[in-house]
C-alpha cells in the first residue's frame, strides 16, 4: 500500500512528499531532534562510522533534507559531499546552515530526485540515506539507481526508522508514535498531515530482513542490518 502525506489531495507520492517538507522545512531541524529526544543524532553519528574503513572521498547524501548527514560525513574528511533533496524548501534551509558553518565549499545541495539521479555510474565512493528512502515512490527503483552512481566495491549507508517487535518497547513505541508524536508535530509544524504521515510510512516499511531481502535482489552483496535503540531505527548497509 502506497502511503502519501495528504490523503485528500492529487498527486503522486513524490509530489506530496516534496510539498509536505517545503512546508515543515523551517521547523524541521527543531522537530527531529526535539521529537527523538535527539537520538537521531548518535544514529546519523553511528550510520557514517560505518564508512570509517572505506575512507570515501566523494559521498552522496541522497534525500539530504538540511544537511544534516552531510555534515557528520565531513568527519570522513572526504574531498566532497553532494546532497541531493526534492524539496526546495529543506535545500534553502541546508543551505543556509552550510554558509553559516562554512562548509560551503565541502557539501553542495542541490535538487535531485532519488529515482532519476543526475549523476553518470560509477560515480561516488559511498552513497548515505538517512530517513528518506521510506518516502520513495518507488523504493527498489530509488535503491537501483544509487546502486548504479555507486563505484564497483563502493558502499551504501542507510539509516531508517524501523518497529519495535518486544514488549514494552513496542506498545510504548506504537502509543508515542501514533498520539504524541503527530500532535506535538501538528502544534509545531502547522502541518496535520506531515506527523501522521510518519508513523503510517514507517508501518508499511519493508524493514529488518524484508530490506535486506530487496537490496540483495537488486546485487548488492555484504548486506547487513543494525537495529538501534531497541529497534526503534536501523542501519543497513551494503557493497556494489
Not at 564508512?51 to 559521498?59: F, T
Not at 549507508?157 to 508515542?176: C, D, I
Request: hydrophobic share 40%; net charge neutral; charged share 25%.
Amino acid at each position: 500500500m502506497t502511503v502519501l502525506p495528504y490523503k485528500d489531495k492529487e498527486g503522486s507520492k513524490k509530489e506530496q512528499v516534496a510539498e509536505m517538507f517545503n512546508s515543515i522545512s523551517k521547523r524541521y531541524d527543531f522537530l527531529n531532534h526535539f521529537l527523538s529526544m535527539g537520538i537521531d543524532i548518535l544514529w546519523r553519528k553511528k550510520a557514517i562510522r560505518q564508512l570509517k574503513a572505506d575512507q570515501p572521498k566523494l559521498i552522496l547524501d541522497v534525500a539530504t533534507g538540511t544537511g544534516d548527514l552531510a555534515i557528520e560525513a565531513l568527519k570522513l574528511n572526504p574531498e566532497k559531499v553532494i546532497g541531493v533533496d526534492i524539496s526546495e524548501g529543506m535545500l534553502d534551509m541546508g543551505r543556509e546552515k552550510m554558509k553559516r558553518l562554512g562548509y560551503e565549499d565541502k557539501i553542495e545541495m542541490s535538487m535531485g530526485d532519488s529515482e532519476q539521479l543526475l549523476f553518470e555510474d560509477n560515480k561516488f565512493d559511498a552513497v548515505v540515506v538517512a530517513f528518506g528512502v521510506r518516502n520513495f515512490q518507488d523504493l527498489e527503483k530509488g535503491l537501483a539507481d544509487m546502486q548504479r552512481v555507486l563505484k564497483p566495491g563502493g558502499k551504501m549507508v542507510v539509516l531508517e526508522f524501523s518497529t519495535p517487535t518486544k514488549f514494552p518497547m513496542k506498545q510504548l513505541y506504537s502509543f508515542y508514535s501514533n498520539s504524541v508524536l503527530p500532535l506535538i508535530g501538528k502544534v509545531v509544524s502547522k502541518d496535520n498531515s506531515a506527523y501522521t504521515y510518519l508513523p503510517e510510512s514507517v508501518q508499511e516499511f519493508p524493514y529488518g530482513d524484508d530490506f535486506l531481502a530487496i537490496l540483495n535482489k537488486l546485487g548488492f552483496k555484504q548486506t547487513t542490518c543494525i537495529p538501534l535503540t531497541f529497534g526503534i531505527s536501523s542501519i543497513y548497509t551494503a557493497v556494489k
